[in-house]
C-alpha cells in the first residue's frame, strides 16, 4: 500500500515537474523566435477581377491603438471575455480547472476558458480544425504573444481582428458599420452591444435581431457590474437607451457582396498551398474573379423583382463557362438580415433544369431533336402496387407525338419519363456526373423531372460544359493568392476537360432556345414565351419549377446564369415566383452582354440544318405553313414517316 502511495506522489511530481518544463521550454522558444508581426497577421485584402479592393480586413488601414478605443468597449471586452486579463500570462489555470469540472459534471461543454490572448492566437489562424496539433500551435502562439508584446498590446491587436458580424473585423470596423462613429466614441450602451456580437455574429448582431442582441447586452453590462467597471444604474440606463443603427458601410452599399467574400474565403480554407496561419504569410492578398458591376446588377434585379414578397429568397450565380470563373453570386437577399449562403451551403430540387441531362444523353445514344414519343396523360406501372402517373404544367397534353425540341419547348413531363425509361437512368446520371454534378442522384422514375437537389453552383457549372462546346470546368471565385511581398502562393488551373461530344452539344444549345420561340406556339406555348419580345441576344435556356423552388439557368458562349427562388422553410411558392425569377434572369444576362454582337454557335462540319414541322419533328419543303430549321448530325436527319418510340416502352398504359 505505501508502495502505490508512492508511486501516485512520484508520478504527479513527474508530471508537475514535466508541464513545468514544458512551458518554460516553449516560453524559452518564444522569447527567442521572432516577432509576431501581430498588425499584419490578420490582414486580408480582396481584390476583384480589375484589380480594385473590395474589402480589407484588420490590416494596417483600420487598426487603432487602444487609446483610440472607448473605455466602454476595453472595459466590456474584459469583463465578458477574460477578468484576469491583465494578472495571468496566457492561460487562466483556475478557469481551466473550473470548466473542467463544470463540463465534466454536465457531461457537456457549458463552459469555456479561453483567455483573450488564446482568443488573439485563434485569429491568426486561416482555419479552425480541432486536431491536437492546431491546439499545439495555439498554445504556442499565445507563449509567443505573451512573451513578446505587453498586455496593452495584445489587447489592442485582439480588438482590430476579432469578427463583429456582416464581415466587420476588428472595433473600428464594426463601429464604423454599426454606428457611423469611431471607436473611440461609443457610449455604454453601444459597446455593450458590440461586444456582445463576437461569441455568436450571426445571432448577437442587432440587425440580425435586435431583441436577441438586447438580451446578450444586457449580460454583458452585468458582468461589467460584478467586476466593479459600472453601477447598476449605469447598466439599467445603458439597456433602456434605444440605439439607432446605421448598418451599412460608407464605400458601398451593398448588402450581398459579403456573400461572395464568404464564398471566397471558405474556398481559401481548401487550397492545400496557402500556410495554414496566416503569421506565415504576414498577410494575404486575394485575387478574385468578382465582377462588381454584375454583382450590383444582379442584387438590383432581385430586389427589384421581390419588393412584395419580404420571406422569399434568392440565390444568384453567373459564370464564365470557358473556365469556371464565378463572377458575382448572390448568397440571399440581405445580409444583414442572414448569413446563410444559399449559393455555396443550400441544395434545393431543381426540376425541370434536370432535363438537358437527360436530352444530351438521349441526343448521345441515337436519338434527334425529330425523335418523338405520344404527349399523354399516363400511368407507368413498375409492379402491381408501383405505378406513377407524371402531369404536365396545367394538364395540358398534344394527344399525339411530339418532337424532342417540343418537349423542350413546353418543358413535357411525359415526354422526360419516356425518354428516361426508354434510355435507363444510367444515360442521364453519366451525363450529369461527367459535367461535374456530385450531388446523388437516385434512380427513380422522377429523376429527369429534377426531384432531386444539388447546389446552385454544381448546376452552374454543369451548364457551362453546354456553353463551351462540351468541357468541364471547375467553379472557381480565387483567381490567385499573394503574400504581403507579392510571392505568389496558388494560382487557378482555368484547365478544362473535354467530356461532352461537341457537335451533339450543338444541336442541344440550338434546342434550348426553342423555349422562348414563337415557332413551337401550337397546342401549348413554350415555358419562357413572355421572354421572345424582350432578349436582344440568343441564349439556351431552361427553366425548372417544384411546388417549392423556381430555377432559370440559361447561357451563351460567353456567360451562364442561373437564379433560384425559394423560401427556407421548403413554403409552396406563389404563382408569381416564375415571373420574378424570369425577370430577375434575363434582365441581369443582358446586363452582361449589352454593347456586344449576338454571336452564336459556329455549325460544325458534321452537323446539317433541314426544315421540319417543330412540333412533330417531320420533314417539310419551303411550302409549308409551319417549319423550322432544325439541326441533326449528318445522316440522321429526319422523314416524313417518323417512328414514335412509345411502341417500344413495354411497362406503359394510357390512361
Known sequence: MKRAGKIIRNGIIIGIVGIFVTFLSAFLYAKFSPKLEIKSANSITLFDKDKEVFFQGSG?????????????????????????????????????????????????????????????AKNLFLDFDKTWKRKWDEALYTIRLEANYSKDEILEGYLNTINYGHGMYGIENASQFYFNKSAKDLDLAEASILVGIPKSPSNYSPLVNEQIAKNRQKTILNMMVKNNFISEEEANNAHQQNLTYYGKKDDDNSTTLMYYQDAVLSELKEIKSIPSSYTDTKGLKIYTNLDLNMQKTLEQNINEQLVEDKELQASAVMMDPDTGKIIALIGGRDYNSSQFNRATKAKRQVGSTMKPYLYYAALENGFTTSSSFTSEQTTFTFSERDDYSPKNYNDKYANKAISMATAVSYSDNIYAVKTNLFLGSDAMINVAKRVGITAKLEDVPSLPLGTNEISIIEMTAGYASFANLGYKVTPHLIERVE?????????????????????????????????????????????????????????????????????????????????????????????????????????????????????????????????????????????????????????????????????????????
Open 60 to 120: 494596417t488601414k483600420e487598426w487603432v491603438g487602444l487609446d483610440e478605443i472607448s473605455k466602454n468597449v476595453i472595459n466590456a471586452t474584459i469583463s465578458t471575455e477574460d477578468k484576469n486579463f491583465y494578472k495571468h500570462k496566457g492561460f487562466d489555470l483556475f478557469r481551466i480547472l473550473k470548466a473542467t469540472y463544470i463540463n465534466i459534471s454536465s457531461r457537456k461543454t457549458k463552459q469555456g476558458a479561453s483567455t483573450i490572448t488564446q482568443q488573439y
Open 483 to 655: 503574400d504581403s511581398e507579392g510571392n505568389v502562393l496558388y494560382k487557378a488551373n482555368n484547365n478544362k476537360n473535354l467530356v461532352l461530344n461537341s457537335s451533339i452539344t450543338y444541336i442541344l444549345n440550338n434546342m434550348l432556345t426553342a423555349t422562348y420561340d414563337p415557332e413551337y406556339i401550337d397546342y401549348n406555348y413554350p415555358t419562357a414565351i413572355g421572354l421572345s419580345s424582350k432578349l436582344k441576344h440568343t441564349y439556351s435556356l431552361k427553366s425548372g419549377t417544384t411546388d417549392t423552388d423556381e430555377w432559370y439557368i440559361g447561357y451563351n458562349k460567353n456567360i451562364v446564369t442561373s437564379v433560384w427562388l425559394g423560401y427556407d422553410n421548403n413554403k409552396s411558392l406563389t404563382t408569381a415566383a416564375p415571373r420574378y425569377a424570369q425577370n430577375i434572369w434575363y434582365k441581369s444576362i443582358e446586363a452582361y452582354e449589352e454593347g456586344k454582337e449576338n454571336e452564336w454557335y459556329a455549325k460544325p462540319d458534321n452537323v446539317s440544318a433541314v426544315l421540319v414541322d417543330p412540333i412533330s419533328g417531320k420533314i417539310v419543303d419551303e411550302a409549308a405553313e409551319k417549319k423550322k430549321l432544325m439541326y441533326f448530325i449528318k445522316g440522321t436527319e429526319p422523314t416524313t414517316d417518323q417512328t414514335i418510340f412509345d411502341e417500344k416502352l413495354n411497362n406503359t398504359r394510357a390512361e
